[in-house]
């Protein structure tokens, strides 16, 4: 477990940062990052309160958006699962406005508790591509899954879409600028759940991904590997795996920039964890 992030060189190759569907100059890049933080607060959410924002969030997107889930099994508008009573939840908040933005959450495979199977490992051996699995020959305590990583759709609809809960997002004195940094909320919450999944000691993670978002991450060296077939979970999805080490290893001088500013605000926030058990 290595908790003091890795610096590592890259060549002078153009370096590009997706942004929604769009690749950006590097020159836009280190803009934009840097203005992020001016508007988004990134932390673990450790309090009730925070807890409750993250729920909410999953809740709006999950059940009440996309309708995915149930909004019936979800009472108070919160969306809570098995898994997150031992999960490394991630929230960003807007932070002029107050409002809970988008989340994320790193499942360990092996809790203080004991172990638990990994919500991708419940899809069952039609889906996952076991041979592939059982090749990488990881420490069980090692592994997590990076999941439930959602953004509200304040921070998604553009002007003239239907209104949220808080009103048109353009009621609000946003720039243009800030504006533009809505399309980093959800690299930085994958970054964040990789900060987080690091902070913790789990070096290799799995995620139940759309097919388009792998493509999207390796532009910025970001690379998965498939780890199944493609199911319908939450959407057309497939299981991915990376190794935390070598996407940092990978990654663009501009998104690891990004990176090492969210892997501060999230070691900041973060409580002393718990050792897991085999």
Not at 179 to 189: E, M, N, P, Q, Y
Request: proline content about 6%; aromatic content about 10%; some cysteine.
């Amino acid at each position: 477990c290595i908790r003091d992030r890795p610096w590592i060189e890259s060549g002078n190759r153009q370096q590009t940062l997706p942004v929604g569907e769009t690749v950006m100059t590097q020159k836009d890049n280190k803009l934009l990052t840097e203005r992020f933080h001016e508007y988004f607060k990134l932390e673990m959410a450790l309090t009730p309160e925070q807890r409750k924002s993250v729920f909410h969030i999953r809740y709006r997107v999950y059940c009440d958006e996309f309708k995915f889930l149930n909004a019936e099994d979800n009472p108070n508008e919160q969306e809570i699962d098995e898994y997150d009573a031992y999960s490394h939840l991630c929230l960003i908040t807007h932070k002029s406005s107050g409002m809970p933005a988008a989340c994320v959450r790193v499942v360990p495979a092996v809790s203080p508790q004991g172990r638990y199977p990994l919500p991708y490992e419940k899809l069952g051996p039609e889906i996952i591509d076991q041979p592939f699995v059982d090749s990488l020959d990881l420490p069980r305590p090692s592994l997590c899954e990076i999941s439930r990583l959602a953004v509200d759709g304040a921070f998604r609809r553009r002007s003239g879409e239907a209104a949220t809960r808080f009103g048109e997002i353009d009621a609000l004195d946003i720039t243009q600028m800030e504006k533009r940094t809505f399309g980093l909320i959800a690299v930085a919450a994958f970054l964040a759940s990789a900060a987080a999944g690091g902070l913790s000691c789990h070096s290799s993670a799995f995620a139940m991904m759309e097919p388009f978002l792998p493509r999207l991450m390796r532009r910025s060296g970001i690379i998965f590997e498939r780890a199944g077939k493609d199911v319908d979970y939450h959407g057309l999805r497939a299981p991915y795996f990376i190794q935390m080490g070598s996407f940092l290893e990978s990654m663009h001088t501009d998104l690891r920039d990004f990176y090492e500013s969210i892997h501060d605000c999230i070691e900041s926030s973060m409580d002393p964890l718990p050792m897991a058990v085999e």
